[in-house]
Nanobody
Framework: QVQLVESGGGLVQPGGSLRLSCAAS????????MAWYRQAPGKERELVAAITSGGTTNYADSVKGRFTISRDNTKNTVYLQVNSLKPEDTAVYYCNAQRTTWARSYNYWGQGTQVTVSS
């Protein structure tokens, strides 16, 4: 089992920045591929950024150049630095942990943190 707790969301003006954190506990963090998703009201949950256990990153086109995902395996934490925020970035941001072994797949979600971009 992996428990994920997000933090760092809030209300920010357009053009502002935030740093989201996701603290993991309960298993070997470094084995997991980590990702940030977001869900805006009335929309489906979408992948924002991902980082593999080996450190390879991937971003949605809508956030490339503005968002940066990183991980610190010594702190069991994954981060999402969000810059140049736009109103359309408003959503609940969720942390996700995934791992696939020969025996089974693991998939865990955090409770989410609200990001609101408004003047």
């Amino acid at each position: 089992q992996v428990q994920l707790v997000e933090s760092g969301g809030g209300l920010v003006q357009p053009g502002g920045s935030l740093r989201l954190s996701c603290a993991a506990s309960g298993s070997i963090f470094s084995f997991y591929d980590m990702a940030w998703y977001r869900q805006a009201p009335g929309k489906e949950r979408e992948l924002v950024a991902a980082i593999t256990s080996g450190g390879t990153t991937n971003y949605a086109d809508s956030v490339k150049g503005r968002f940066t995902i990183s991980r610190d395996n010594t702190k069991n934490t994954v981060y999402l630095q969000v810059n140049s925020l736009k109103p359309e970035d408003t959503a609940v941001y969720y942390c996700n942990a995934q791992r696939t072994t020969w025996a089974r797949s693991y998939n865990y979600w955090g409770q989410g943190t609200q990001v609101t971009v408004s003047s």
